[in-house]
C-alpha cells in the first residue's frame, strides 16, 4: 500500500455525522438543519485542526445544495469577495438554494468582511454562508449578528488517540499504543497535526517515532514540558527564555490557547489565578511592541503561581 499518495486527513476526514468526532451539542444542531433542508448562516470558531472546515464540509455533502469553497488565507481582498463569491451567489443554481464555505475567514480584510455583509444580505433568500475562522474576535460584529455562531471545541485527547488508531489499522501500519499516547500529547488538540506526524512516520509500514519531528520539538510542546516538570523557578526561567530566544517566534496566539488547554497538567490549585495570568498576558500580547517580553513576563507570572 503506498502511504504517500493520498494525505490522510483528506482520505480519512468524516463524511457524515456519525464519523465526526466530539461537539456532540453542535452535531445534534446540524442534525436537525439536515433533517429539514436548510441552514442558517453558520460563524464556527476554535483553535486550528479541531474540525470546523470538516464539519461545513460536511454540512454541505449532507443536504440538497449547490456550493462553492473559498480559502480567506488566499483569498481575502474586498475584489476576491466581489469577484468569486458575489459572482457565485447571484447566478441562478440547479439545487434549492447555495452555501458558500468561507474557510479562515478571519484572514478577510475588514473592507472585504464589510463586502462580504453586503452580499449576505441581498442574497440571503437563496444563499448561506458557513464561515470558519480560528479568531471570532476578528470577525465584525454585523457578520456575527447574522450567523448562528458556535465554538467548535477539540475532542479529548481519548477521542484523538481512537481516531488515529483507527486510522493506522485501516492503513495496515503497525503501532504500540505509547507511541500513538507520544503523538497526540504532541500535536493535542490539533487533530489534523496529530494525523499528519502519523503518517508521516508510518511510511515504513511501521508506525516509529522520530524524537527529532516538527511536532515533537515544537516550542508550545517543550514550553509545556517545562511548565509540567516543576523545576524551581530559576531554572524553568532560563530554561523558557532559552527556548524563546531559540524558536524566534513572533506570533504567540497559539501558545496562549494551548497553555489554556493544559492547565489541568501544571496549574494544580492555582488553576483560577493562572486564567487571570493568561487573560492579562493575551490582553497585553496585542498592544505591545516586543511580544517575546511580554509573554516572558506572563511566564515569570505562571512560573510564580505553580504549586
Known amino acids: 500500500m503506498d502511504r504517500l499518495n ?3 486527513v483528506e482520505k480519512y476526514r468524516p463524511q457524515n455525522l456519525d464519523t465526526y468526532i ?3 451539542f453542535i452535531k445534534d444542531k446540524v442534525k436537525v438543519y439536515l433533517e429539514s433542508g436548510d441552514v442558517p448562516h453558520l460563524l464556527l470558531h ?3 485542526g479541531t474540525g470546523k472546515t470538516t464539519l461545513a464540509k460536511l454540512i454541505v455533502n449532507n443536504i440538497d445544495c449547490d456550493f462553492l469553497y473559498v480559502n480567506a488565507s488566499d483569498e481575502n481582498s474586498v475584489d476576491a ?3 468569486k463569491i458575489k459572482n457565485f451567489a447571484s447566478t441562478a443554481g440547479f439545487k434549492p438554494f447555495k452555501i458558500i464555505i468561507l474557510d479562515e475567514a478571519d ?3 475588514p473592507n472585504a468582511q464589510a463586502a462580504l455583509r453586503n452580499i449576505m444580505e441581498t442574497f440571503s433568500k437563496h444563499c448561506r454562508f458557513i464561515l470558519t475562522c480560528n479568531f471570532v474576535e476578528r470577525i465584525i460584529d ?3 449578528s447574522r450567523c448562528q455562531t458556535f465554538q467548535v471545541i477539540p475532542p479529548d485527547r481519548k477521542q484523538v488517540a481512537q481516531h488515529l488508531c483507527s486510522v493506522l489499522d485501516q492503513e495496515s501500519v503497525l503501532y504500540k499504543l505509547e507511541d500513538v499516547a507520544i503523538l497526540v500529547n504532541a500535536g493535542y488538540p490539533d487533530i489534523r497535526r496529530v494525523i499528519n506526524a502519523g503518517q508521516r512516520q508510518s511510511i515504513s509500514g511501521q508506525l516509529v517515532i522520530d524524537k ?3 511536532v515533537l520539538n515544537d516550542y508550545k510542546v517543550k514550553l509545556l514540558e517545562i511548565l ?3 523545576k524551581d523557578r530559576k531554572t524553568s526561567f532560563t530554561e523558557v527564555r532559552q527556548l524563546l530566544a531559540d524558536s524566534k517566534v513572533k506570533d504567540y496566539s497559539d501558545a496562549f490557547r494551548l497553555l489554556y488547554d493544559n492547565l489541568d497538567d501544571f496549574a494544580g490549585s492555582n488553576k483560577a489565578v493562572s486564567i487571570l495570568t493568561l487573560a492579562e498576558g493575551q490582553f497585553q500580547d496585542a498592544q505591545v511592541v516586543d511580544k517575546e517580553i511580554n509573554f516572558m513576563a506572563m511566564m515569570i507570572k505562571l512560573l510564580g503561581e505553580i504549586k
Do not use: C, H, M, Y
Request: glycine share 8%.
Open 6 to 8: 493520498t494525505l490522510w
Open 22 to 24: 466530539g461537539n456532540d
Open 46 to 48: 476554535g483553535q486550528a
Open 81 to 83: 469577495v466581489r469577484d
Open 107 to 109: 484572514f478577510l480584510t
Open 142 to 144: 454585523p457578520i456575527q
Open 212 to 214: 527529532q519531528s516538527e
Open 228 to 230: 509540567k516538570s516543576n
